[in-house]
């Protein structure tokens, strides 16, 4: 995957828009948080949940951006395999997020039990974090410039904050069940 093709840059603006996209819903929310009439924590509960939803949305968009500058054809294999498995891993992690999120008013318990497979995913992550981590220090990276090697090491660190932010907005998202139980 070359960093400058066509298909690249239109992937990463339809990510950008869908982004974009978030903020304006993040935003509309908070405001129309600001002017409803429910309790106080619960507003807040909603405006946390939000926020953390946007967060993965950010980090999506920066590993999106990221990927957008990066020559993939130039990283040592064994690297490549261990960030294929991170954006496989965070695409699950999100998938189990929405699971859980769609059980939060009708089945509290069962989003309370799936809170727990976001977590499970989030620590596969963060063990193929650590993976890249320890190649980062010993692959050799030939006919790497500084920067793009910092941006690589950006771009994983990136993967891993989608998977962090789903594990948090999953407490969060446990937290409301548990009130609503």
Known sequence: MKGNSEEI????????????EADLIRKELIDKMSVSEMF?????DIIDLTRA????????????????????????????????DMGKTDYACVEA?????????LN??????????????????????????????????????PGPLYLLIEFVDSLELVSDWCKNTSDIIKAIAVKIQ
């Open 9 to 20: 840059e239109k992937y990463f603006w339809d990510l950008h828009q869908e982004e974009h």
């Open 40 to 44: 106080p924590e619960e507003k807040m």
């Open 53 to 84: 939803i946007d967060y993965i949305a950010d980090s999506g968009h920066e590993a999106g951006s990221l990927l957008s500058v990066l020559d993939l054809q130039k990283v040592p294999v064994e690297l490549k395999d261990i960030i294929l």
């Open 97 to 105: 997020l929405t699971e859980c999120f769609s059980y939060m008013r």
């Open 108 to 145: 509290p318990k069962k989003c309370i039990e799936l809170t727990q497979k976001v977590e499970n995913i989030e620590e596969e992550v963060d063990m193929l974090h650590a993976k890249s981590r320890i190649n980062f220090g010993k692959l050799k990276f030939v006919d790497w410039e």
